[in-house]
């Protein structure tokens, strides 16, 4: 089966430009969680989805960031505008609503803020 | 909110060794924990969990341990090969499909 996919997996803006990473999951997860890490520090969860509807956003920074995950399906991450310390590899994960719940990882966006 | 730390941050063993990472949790209702591996430039990737009704796991050569009463969980890798080296996360969640926190992570390098 095909796993979690990111695009892109490398971005480059200046300080107050808008970028929106997107996310596909695994086909049939209903679980779909944005994770950050930033200057090799922890990978820090950023929120979670449960189909269309926002499960836990307690991790997202600020109102700069708006996830949204129209149909159920794939999902996005906007950040505007954009700053420094937004710079990181930002992980998109997807878990089945069932026992094991294992989440399993995309290969990221490295997001870097000039 | 649950806070986990992970120690080292970066080891160096010799290849055929053993390595040891150790992580503590902080929240109680935590009763999942997995362990991921990140090899450079690769999405990081689940090589072993534990809950807490158990104390041990073992696969192959590798091997986790729990310590509920101490909250502490470790990560025990025998006859370490050069494909061993890569970043470790440990992490704890309060299980089913809630958020998991990581640690900060364990550079491992081995030795050829």
Redesign the interface.
């Known amino acids: 089966e095909a796993?979690?996919t990111q695009f892109p997996s490398h971005s480059v803006i200046e300080k107050g430009q808008t970028v929106t990473l997107r996310c596909d999951p695994i086909s049939g997860h209903d679980?779909l969680?944005w994770?950050r890490r930033v200057m090799?520090?922890?990978?820090?969860?950023l929120l979670?989805f449960?189909k269309e509807s926002k499960?836990?956003e307690?991790?997202m920074p600020n109102n700069r960031f708006l996830a949204e995950r129209t149909g159920g399906t794939y999902s996005t991450l906007k950040v505007q505008p954009a700053e420094l310390e937004d710079s990181g590899v930002y992980?998109c994960a997807s878990?089945q609503?069932q026992v094991p719940?294992?989440?399993?990882?995309?290969?990221?966006t490295r997001l870097t803020v000039t | 909110?649950e806070n986990?730390e992970?120690h080292p941050s970066t080891l160096s063993v010799q290849e055929g060794d053993s390595a040891v990472i150790k992580c503590t949790y902080s929240d109680s209702a935590s009763n999942y924990f997995?362990w991921?591996k990140q090899e450079l430039g690769?999405?990081?990737?689940?090589i072993i969990?534990i809950r807490s009704n158990v104390g041990e796991k073992k696969d192959q050569r590798i091997a986790v341990t729990l310590n509920k009463t101490a909250k502490h969980f470790s990560l025990h890798i025998t006859e370490t090969q050069p494909e061993d080296s890569a970043v470790y996360?440990c992490a704890a969640s309060p299980?089913?499909?809630?958020?998991?926190?990581?640690?900060?992570?364990t550079k491992l390098q081995v030795i050829p």
Do not use: A, M
Not at chain 1, 40 to 45: L, N, S
Not at chain 2, 42 to 46: D, E, S, T
Not at chain 2, 96 to 104: A, D, L, S, W
């Open positions: 796993g979690v679980n969680y994770y090799g520090k922890e990978i820090k969860f979670h449960v499960q836990d307690s991790g992980f878990s609503w719940y294992e989440q399993y990882f995309g290969p990221g | 909110g986990v992970q997995p991921y690769k999405r990081p990737q689940l969990d996360f299980g089913g499909y809630q958020k998991v926190t990581f640690g900060t992570g």
